[in-house]
């Protein structure tokens, strides 16, 4: 701590002095030496020390006012002003000589601080990794699924390792039956030959749904499904499926039909329509083949659409009664509709992939890609 | 199916000027053109030319100059095929005809010869697909130079619709049956002309040959006829002509005439040779268990045994000679000993009805699929089979033997349903009245007759996708609503009063998956059929779950780990020179039932409990980033775990995980669950260089963090435990942080150490209280801030926080010892905490350390 050079109580003690000039010339003194200090300060903590020194409890100027009371009163009056004053002058000069330095302080502060934006190198702002991305399948999946939720419906989810019932006989095919030629089927080495299948589709989950829960059910379904056929540009073995159930009363056709439209138009876009045409599943009756809107012409016909502006997405129906009663379910008293189709080729479709296989190949350029 | 348009118009008079909109009428039906073939088109200006004479051209190797005589003398023609020689007959394209495509031939210079035209291949021609050559016309009857070709082969210009019939409408894999449908959308007239009566034989047909069916429920009607002074011969060229537009080889008259029959009617028949029928008859019945026979390509069947498909009885419809050897197998294929051949004079026509889960059954088990079992598999017309033998007997035309032998069991007859307005407004959502339904469906051969409440229908019996009531009403309003166009029937938005969402585990799925994108993961998607090969070189035991009918050996495996999928794409990433990435997966791998079962429905109709391999659901990844190695994996473990605000999860050194480096690896031990030490929930750490090695990832690439969590476990607050998710009150005074050195033997878990300190400041009389840090953590790991104890606990909620910042080994601490340096944070809610208080929690918290784990004040 630096302290002041000098003080009253140094000196003099605060014997009774009479003399009116001693006094205020001593205040000049003091008041001269104080403002030079507070002037001479080079910082904001340097002047934070002056003041307490020369404006502080042990200042000379506050020994000087305790001496004050041993003056006759004239004196007192006259010494007690010129000290108020000259204490008044030295606070207004130290508040000017802070700010000043507070100024002086910032402006260094800044230039320490200065950063050129167009001088930062790329390697200065490279964080230790990059964000990564959700494959484009679990993309699609996700948007999918929102659409659907905003529609009112909830997410299920089944096994994909199924029993012969649930993936077929339930479904209204019974063993052998030709309509199983329509999927290819991976046969699992358990139990009885032929009895324990990789599912073929999300349609088996619909069977669970329906015997663990009442009706109503309103209830999308995505999941992986397997089928034994050679991978191509449209198809992959190993695929994802998103199967749609509604089962409440007074279900229709038309209700069906609603869906689906609300469901291509909220996931393709206001100008890819649907529309459909009469089809063939053992586990809907009517049954739909829903075709949209080919999104790579946009309807003026091209070679993915074979010239005809539509290209099929998805299969669909009302639920067949044989399936209500595989189930117990009234056919009276409730109805609904079922409609299913592939994920990666909604992806295939809305992204332009030309050959799915890139799907699966965990190429991690086209995994950054989208 | 191939339908010409010339043949769909021999049942009703379809206008042949705009194909196209008769295609979209076929699709919005449910009969879905793939494509629509002009043939016969552009050919006017072609005519039939004789080669005279090859030369060839000088300085060319694949040119040759041809000279054809077209009836007005020598032409020289430029030809690059080499197919024919002097003396063959050869379509040719004079100098300004035009071929189909708008192809219009010119005079041409070539290596200084002149082609005053062009010989045609079939290709060219759009009669076939053959380009191998020019199309030689040597064997066609009434090819002549100079006649136009048109004439020469009997080409007219057709429209042919490639239809895909989907398998539920055997009535219309027919011409016939997609005459009949789209006539009664376009409402023209449609007809099935009767077939004109053969020539009678006079001698009654029971007088040349015998029918017996033994088995009638596999053969619920036969009927057969018997034709004589049969010639054998090429079929007339209409008729071959039409075989081969509707994609069949013409092969002989009696054989060409049952094809005709099929693909008109949808009628399969099998004429047979009846002179080489011992006996002169046939019996029909089941295959003895064993029985073998050589069906006709040659191959030899072993019949009546059971295959392994389910539901399969191993029951199959033998056709015998009236001496009980096998001839062939009923509806699928005949055999060899009974064939049409050129010796052939008498013919016997057999027509059936099989039953269709029969055939449908033996023609899988055998792998055999024929025009005929296709057809007889989804169920043929038990009543068409008259119309069918008769049109045979027209196209043939030899001396017809009297009556037709007859067999019947029981044969489907017509069904009545009826069909209420109610139901269909009910199932359709539009109403459509009776009068309006009844017109639509009656065209399809429907009887409809109108009641007060809707329609009572009659069902013909070639539309077996029609079932009996109760079910077979939703199909008639299929019927209905198909005919009335789909297009037709309003849209509407259904509602509910119940609310939509995710569940709660499939929200934090996402979750998982964004934290995991958040550390630099991107997500793979690896085989889920794999080689066991993997498994075994990861160290996995046990077995994996096999697919019987893989489609290579190295899918032939259902995955137990996503592991070998994940290092195998990093490895071929680092191939193409992208390495350095961190993948991840969310998905499903599969545990064999003899490790981990589940249990369903199954057998035949679900009466039985079947047993499956388990499922689980795991993140799986892989950190193969610069740098990257166990730690990377842990603080992406540690990213994910503060995602999802879970309580302290152990860390359990373990070397035995298969697949993971043995001294670089721990397991997750979350504390709920049914055990008492709690349940592993994943594992951390670092895939073996060795097994990585394997899996063609070489050491040089660097080091492969581990990370893999069962999601089942970790999504489940009831075995992975959340930090509180109501909000405490925040002190709003200053804090106060006391930094602690403890020294403390190696052997003594930092997390122990952590405990006892959080106990002491608690003032709980021993460890392991609710909410204490419990658990092992390896030494010198270093972590963020954690929650220390709730408000409410007494003096617990004093202390905000318990870091280690610092671990030493060295000098001044004993040998087997390291110091703990831990910062105690305290803060209180409702006042700044004085020294003393500071001072009181320090000595606590000190003394619980010491007696709980011997540490000692450093």
């Known amino acids: 701590m630096t302290r002041t050079p000098s003080g009253p109580g140094d000196r003099s003690g605060p014997s009774g002095r009479s003399d009116r000039s001693g006094p205020g010339e001593e205040v000049d003194r003091l008041e001269l030496e104080a403002a030079g200090a507070l002037a001479g300060a080079a910082s904001s903590a340097a002047l934070a020390e002056v003041e307490t020194a020369v404006l502080g409890k042990r200042s000379a100027l506050a020994t000087a006012h305790r001496h004050l009371a041993a003056l006759d009163p004239d004196a007192r009056r006259a010494a007690g002003k010129a000290l108020h004053d000259a204490r008044a002058r030295l606070e207004a000069l130290a508040a000017a000589r802070g700010e000043e330095l507070a100024a002086a302080e910032r402006a260094l502060m800044l230039g320490r601080d200065r950063l050129d934006l167009t001088e930062v190198t790329a390697d200065e702002v490279r964080s230790a990794v990059t964000r990564g991305r959700l494959h484009l399948v679990t993309q699609t999946r996700r948007e999918l699924e929102d659409v659907f939720v905003a529609m009112g419906f909830t997410v299920e989810e089944g096994p994909e390792a199924e029993t012969d019932w649930y993936n077929f006989e339930a479904l209204n095919i019974p063993p052998a039956h030709p309509a199983r030629s329509m999927w290819d089927t991976f046969y699992l080495e358990l139990g009885q030959p032929e009895t324990v299948v990789l599912r073929t589709h999300t349609s088996p989950v619909q069977i669970h749904l329906m015997e663990d829960r009442q009706p109503p059910v309103h209830a999308v379904i995505p999941g992986r499904c397997y089928r034994r056929e050679t991978a191509d540009a449209r198809h992959l073995p190993v695929f994802h499926q998103m199967e749609g159930l509604v089962v ?13 439209e609300t469901f291509t138009t909220a996931y393709f876009g206001p100008d890819i329509h649907a529309r459909l045409r009469p089809g063939y599943f053992p586990f809907t009756e009517p049954s739909a083949e829903v075709e949209v809107t080919c999104t790579i012409c946009r309807g003026g016909g091209c070679r993915t659409c074979s010239s005809t502006g539509w290209v099929e997405l998805a299969g669909c129906g009302m639920v067949d009664p044989a399936v209500f009663e595989a189930v ?37 350029r086209f995994l950054r890609l989208l | 199916m191939k339908a010409p348009l010339s043949w769909l118009r021999d049942f009703a008079p379809f206008d042949t000027s705009d194909p196209t909109a008769l295609a979209a009428s076929l699709d919005d039906l449910g009969l879905v053109v793939e494509g629509v073939e002009h043939v016969g088109e552009g050919l006017g200006d072609v005519v039939v030319a004789l080669v005279e004479g090859v030369d060839a051209i000088a300085g060319a190797d694949r040119i040759r100059l041809v000279t054809v005589d077209a009836g007005a003398g020598p032409l020289e023609v430029v030809c690059g095929a080499w197919n024919f020689a ?33 010989l045609c291949s079939a290709r060219e021609l759009r009669l076939s697909d053959d380009h191998e050559g020019i199309l030689v016309l040597n064997d066609v009857e009434g090819a002549r130079p100079g006649v136009p070709l048109t004439e020469a082969l009997g080409v007219e210009p057709d429209v042919v619709f490639d239809i895909t019939v989907e398998g539920n409408r055997p009535d219309a894999w027919s011409i016939a049956g997609v005459a009949r449908d789209l006539a009664g959308r376009l409402r023209l007239p449609f007809t099935l002309p009767a077939p004109a009566p053969a020539p009678d034989l006079g001698t009654p047909v029971a007088s040349l040959a015998s029918l017996e069916v033994e088995d009638l429920d596999l053969c619920p009607r036969m009927v057969a006829v018997v034709l004589d002074r049969v010639r054998v011969a090429p079929s007339p060229r209409w008729l071959a002509r039409r075989l081969l537009l509707a994609g069949m080889r013409p092969i002989s008259g009696v054989v060409d005439a049952s094809n005709y029959v099929m693909l008109e009617l949808g009628q399969p028949t099998h004429p047979y040779d009846l002179d080489r029928l011992a006996g002169a008859g046939l019996v029909v019945r089941r295959a003895r268990p064993g029985e073998k026979l050589v069906t006709l390509d040659g191959v030899e069947r072993t019949l009546g045994t059971p295959g392994r498909g389910l539901g399969d009885t191993g029951e199959d419809c033998l056709i ?41 059954r033996t023609s899988k088990r055998l792998g055999l699929r024929t025009e005929a079992s296709a057809r007889f598999e989804r169920g043929c017309d038990p009543w068409g089979i008259d119309r069918a033998v008769d049109r045979f007997c027209e196209l043939v035309g030899a001396p017809t033997a009297t009556g037709k032998l007859d067999v019947r069991g029981q044969v489907p007859a017509p069904e009545r349903i009826l069909v209420s307005s109610r139901r269909v407004r009910a199932v359709l959502g539009v109403g459509i009245d009776a009068e309006e339904a009844a017109a639509l469906i009656e065209p399809l051969g429907f009887g409809a007759e109108t009641r007060d409440d809707g329609l009572m229908v009659t069902v013909p019996t070639n539309r077996p996708d029609v079932r009996p009531a109760p079910h077979g009403v939703d199909d008639v309003i299929e019927e209905i609503a198909r005919t009335y166009g789909y297009s037709r029937i309003p849209r509407h938005r259904p509602s509910w009063p119940e609310p939509g969402g995710l569940t709660r585990y499939q929200r934090e799925r996402r979750l998982v998956g964004d934290a995991m994108c958040g550390v630099g993961g991107l997500e793979a998607w690896t085989p889920s059929l794999v080689d066991d090969a993997d498994h075994v070189a990861m160290g996995l035991t046990g077995a994996a779950v096999e697919v019987s009918n893989p489609i290579a050996k190295e899918e032939a495996w259902l995955r137990r780990s996503m592991l070998p999928g994940l290092v195998r794409a990093l490895a071929r990433n680092a191939n193409r020179r992208q390495g350095g990435v961190r993948l991840f997966e969310i998905g499903i791998v599969f545990s064999h039932p003899d490790a981990g079962a589940r249990t369903a429905r199954g057998g035949a109709s679900g009466s039985e409990t079947a047993v499956l391999p388990a499922e689980r ?23 994910l775990a503060d995602a999802l605000r879970l309580e302290p999860v152990e860390l359990v050194a373990d070397g035995s995980v298969p697949g993971l480096h043995p001294t670089r690896s721990a397991l997750l031990v979350a504390a709920g669950g049914a055990g008492a030490g709690g349940t592993t929930i994943g594992a951390v750490g670092e895939v073996d260089p060795a097994v990585a090695e394997t899996l063609g990832h070489p050491a040089e690439n660097g080091r492969i963090g581990w990370l893999e969590v069962d999601l089942g476990r970790l999504l489940d607050p009831s075995v992975t435990p959340r930090r509180p998710d109501q909000a405490r009150a925040l002190s709003r005074f200053p804090s106060a ?3 602690v050195a403890l020294v403390v033997a190696d052997t003594v878990p930092a997390a122990r150490v952590e405990a006892a300190l959080v106990r002491g400041v608690r003032g709980v009389r021993e460890a392991g209280g609710a909410g204490a840090v419990r658990g092992v953590r390896e030494a010198g790991e270093v972590r963020g801030v954690r929650e220390a104890g709730g408000a409410g606990e007494g003096d617990g909620g004093l202390l905000e926080s ?19 340096a831990y910062r105690l944070r305290f803060a209180a809610l409702d006042r700044t905490l004085t020294d003393e208080e500071v001072g009181r929690l320090r000595r606590r918290a000190i003394d619980a350390a010491a007696a709980d784990t011997g540490a000692a004040l450093r």
């Open chain 1, 328 to 364: 117990g379910i009234d056919p009276e008293e409730w109805s609904g509709f079922a409609f299913g189709f592939g994920i990666d080729r909604c992806a295939q479709m809305r992204h332009v992939i030309a050959d799915m296989r890139i799907l699966t190949e965990n190429d991690v």
């Open chain 2, 86 to 118: 002097p003396g063959d007959l050869v379509p040719l394209a004079p100098v300004g005809a035009v071929l189909p495509g708008h192809f219009r031939i010119e005079r041409r210079k070539m290596k200084g010869a002149t082609s005053n035209g062009m």
């Open chain 2, 802 to 820: 318990v870091v280690l910042f610092d671990v030493y080994r060295g000098p001044g601490v004993p040998e087997g010892h390291r110091s703990l």
């Open chain 2, 617 to 639: 659901e795991l993140l799986s990844s892989v950190l193969a980033s610069d740098g990257d190695d166990a730690r990377s994996a842990l603080a992406a473990w540690r990213v």
């Open chain 2, 320 to 360: 015998c000679d009236a001496e009980g050897t096998a001839v062939g197998i009923g509806g699928i294929m005949g055999g060899e000993s009974s064939e049409i051949s050129d010796s052939t004079t008498r013919v016997l026509l057999e027509a059936a009805y099989f039953s269709p889960m029969a055939i449908a």
């Open chain 2, 737 to 739: 942080d006391v930094d």
């Open chain 1, 248 to 260: 409440d009363r007074g279900i229709t056709f038309a209700d069906l039909a609603g869906t689906i």
